[in-house]
């Protein structure tokens, strides 16, 4: 597990070397904070909980995941240290994996960050925490499906923009895709069973669920073969890229 | 060992290297010449594990590049062209990087990064970051990358472009001390770096094979091999008369500087018999030279179809 580790370590390091780091702590904090207690009534709804908060989350993901995970392959396919990276000995999937964690690491480390927001709600009420403890939970497996998908596209393509634009596409349709407009919009011209399985598709569906404190394997599955697959896919692309 | 057999390696419709086969073995320095879009890099690539090949194999230390790819890496020391790295990085991030990619243990690994950042005289920016170096500093970060782990293999892609010539000579003294016992396959443009590194030559041109030989080899096919050239004002009798000695097939005079070259027919020795005339002549010849024969236009002669290059008479 060497090479991951100095993958993983150098990935994060570079994160906090370049303003990357500081640019998305700062926004995602300042936005999670504004959002939740402004656009999120969280005050006026006279709950002590933190649903306010984590229903933000995926919508803040949304933009700020692929500005993290768009350089992660693209730049290094523009900048010539691909070639440096892949004749090291290390397999596609320890580089791959290397990267996956350093950003998943480095969102986690941001989840921490907003604890005031924790403890805010603490001083005020007495909230329930294990449901604040599993709010957390699905919110960091969500952000990894996103890494996991931003780190397949980025290695799709050299330009970092265009890496941004799809991951963002395929995040929110990932999002919406159990949204009831968006089944509305295949009834009729879909079977019911295959409307079921797009709905069971959508990320908000299963993020809510663990969100609301209720820690199904089926969800935890969601998120986990998610990232399993969309990284496969990643690699898979890497690899194809050598033989093309 | 490095051994290529049949290597092959095709973009859509264009042939990038063409069932390439050679065989590099320890103690040799092998340079592989080519114009540039010959396939130096694509070959290099391909040997190095980020290319698949199309068709055909190639081998490091016995290890197969797609089948074991990890142990042939381990092999390996290869600088990319343009001596790619990590630009935010300092220097000493990015070789204990790949220190720890390596695989070393924290003592080892401290050991030989003191030993390259020594080697390659990298002391003193150790701390800077890598995007502020110079173009010469940044070829001696990749070359440390490169030799770091102490390979038995080392293959190094135009590892003195761009490098002015005290850092040129700071390389190949670099590559020759390494040279003794690893095997060394470097590519390159330059005939000079020829002379001063190879002890042997691999000429590449659209993919294919071209030559094969030891420089010396190579220059004896030159038009140049054996030639005599001097410099003597006022010898315009004696161009005749040198013209008629049995051994010589043609005269040419550089129409700048007025310094006269004979070329022998084949398999003549010139030398001699030239001079004896111009001694008889009562020539004042202020410098005579036996050529060697000349790399770069054998060059010309392989890459280009026609070999059109034996026909230009000035001097390269």
């Known amino acids: 597990m060497s090479p991951v580790n100095a993958v993983m370590r150098r990935e994060l390091r570079s994160y906090f070397v370049t303003p990357v780091a500081y640019v998305f702590l700062v926004i995602f904090l300042v936005l999670a904070g504004i959002l939740t207690f402004y656009a999120g009534d969280f005050y006026e709804r006279g709950q002590a909980d933190l649903q306010p908060f984590f229903v933000m989350h995926p919508w803040l993901y949304l933009i700020l995941v692929p500005a993290i995970t768009m350089r992660m392959w693209a730049e290094e396919a523009k900048g010539g240290t691909l070639e440096l990276l892949l004749t090291l000995p290390l397999t596609l999937w320890q580089a791959m994996l290397g990267k996956f964690l350093a950003a998943w690491l480095f969102i986690g480390l941001a989840l921490v960050l907003t604890f005031p927001i924790w403890i805010t709600v603490n001083y005020l009420g007495s909230p329930d925490n294990g449901v604040i403890l599993a709010g957390y939970l699905g919110s960091w497996l969500m952000a990894g499906s996103f890494i996991a998908i931003g780190a397949c596209l980025s290695a799709l393509t050299s330009s970092q923009v265009v890496a941004f634009i799809l991951t963002a596409v395929v995040c929110v349709l990932l999002l919406l895709a159990g949204q009831p407009q968006v089944l509305d919009f295949f009834q009729g011209t879909l079977p019911r069973r295959l409307i079921n399985g797009v709905a069971h598709l959508s990320m908000l569906r299963h993020f809510t669920a663990i969100a609301r404190g209720v820690l199904d394997v089926r969800d935890l599955l969601y998120f986990l073969l998610s990232m399993i697959g969309w990284l496969t896919a990643g690699v898979l692309l890497l690899d194809l890229k050598r033989t093309r | ?316």
Request: charged fraction near 25%; hydrophobic fraction near 40%; charge should be negative.
């Open chain 2, 1 to 316: 060992m490095i051994e290529t057999d049949q290597l092959t390696r095709c973009y859509g419709n264009l042939t990038a290297v063409d069932a390439l086969s050679i065989r590099v073995e320890p103690g040799q320095v092998l340079g592989l010449l080519g114009p540039n879009g010959a396939g130096k890099s694509t070959a290099m690539r391909m040997i190095a594990g980020f290319l698949v090949p199309t068709s055909g194999t190639a081998r490091v230390c016995g290890y197969d590049v797609v089948r074991e790819p990890l142990k042939a890496k381990r092999a390996l020391g290869y600088l990319p062209e343009g001596a790619p790295s990590y630009g935010e990085m300092t220097v000493r991030e990015f070789l204990q990087f790949i220190v720890r990619m390596r695989g070393f243990n924290a003592d080892a690994g401290y050991r030989r990064f003191d030993e390259v950042i020594h080697r390659l005289q990298l002391e003193e920016v150790l701390e800077l970051c890598i995007e502020t170096l110079s173009k010469g500093l940044r070829r001696r970060v990749g070359l440390a990358q490169a030799i770091l782990h102490d390979p038995p293999v080392l293959m190094l892609d135009e590892p003195t472009d761009g490098l002015d010539p005290n850092q040129k000579h700071a390389v190949r003294q670099l590559i020759d001390m390494m040279a003794r016992e690893r095997t060394i396959l470097i590519s390159t443009h330059l005939l000079e770096e020829v002379h001063a590194l190879c002890n042997r030559v691999v000429i590449i041109a659209r993919g294919k094979l071209m030559a094969d030989a030891t420089p010396a080899e190579l220059e004896q096919r030159s038009r140049y091999h054996g030639a005599v050239s001097f410099s003597a004002p006022g010898s315009g009798m004696s161009q005749e008369m040198l013209g008629r000695l049995p051994q010589v097939a043609a005269i040419e005079v550089d129409p700048l500087d007025g310094r006269i070259t004979v070329f022998p027919k084949p398999g003549e020795r010139i030398l001699e018999p030239v001079e004896t005339l111009l001694r008889e002549q009562g020539l004042e010849v202020s410098e005579i030279q036996l050529e060697r024969g000349r790399l770069d236009e054998v060059f010309r002669q392989i890459t280009t179809n026609g070999g059109t290059g034996a026909l230009t008479g000035g001097r390269a």
